[in-house]
């Protein structure tokens, strides 16, 4: 079973930063992909940026240029590094983690909790 964990998030004023980090633990072979999802009050959620082992990334385009993901192979980790924040960057952010059991297996995933992101002045 695989746990993720987030942390990071917070009240910022437009213009600010934050820097959010997804930590994958428990039992798997290999990580396929991490991202970072986000909910604003009364939308769909969404994803906002993506990487995965494969060296594919994605932002939607509304973060294209502010948000940057990384990752720490080492610890299982992911941060989302995120500038200039707007208002409409409010959201619940929640991490995907796709894990491998084998080589082989397909990817199975695992969500956390959800940290809360708000802009406002």
């Known amino acids: 079973q695989v746990q993720v964990a987030e942390s990071g998030g917070g009240s910022v004023q437009p213009g600010g930063s934050l820097r959010l980090s997804c930590g994958a633990s428990?039992?798997?072979?290999?990580?396929?992909?991490m991202g970072w999802y986000r909910q604003a009050p009364g939308k769909q959620r969404e994803l906002a940026a993506q990487?995965?082992?494969?060296?594919?990334?994605y932002y939607v385009d509304s973060v294209k240029g502010r948000f940057t993901i990384s990752r720490d192979d080492d610890k299982n980790t992911a941060y989302l590094e995120m500038n200039n924040l707007r208002p409409e960057d409010t959201a619940v952010y929640y991490c995907?983690?796709?894990?491998?059991?084998?080589?082989?297996?397909?990817?199975?995933?695992?969500w956390g909790r959800g940290t809360q992101v708000t802009v406002s002045s």
């Open positions: 428990g039992s798997f072979f290999s990580i396929y992909a």
């Open positions: 995907k983690v796709d894990t491998l059991s084998t080589a082989y297996a397909r990817p199975k995933s695992a």
């Open positions: 990487f995965t082992s494969t060296g594919n990334l």
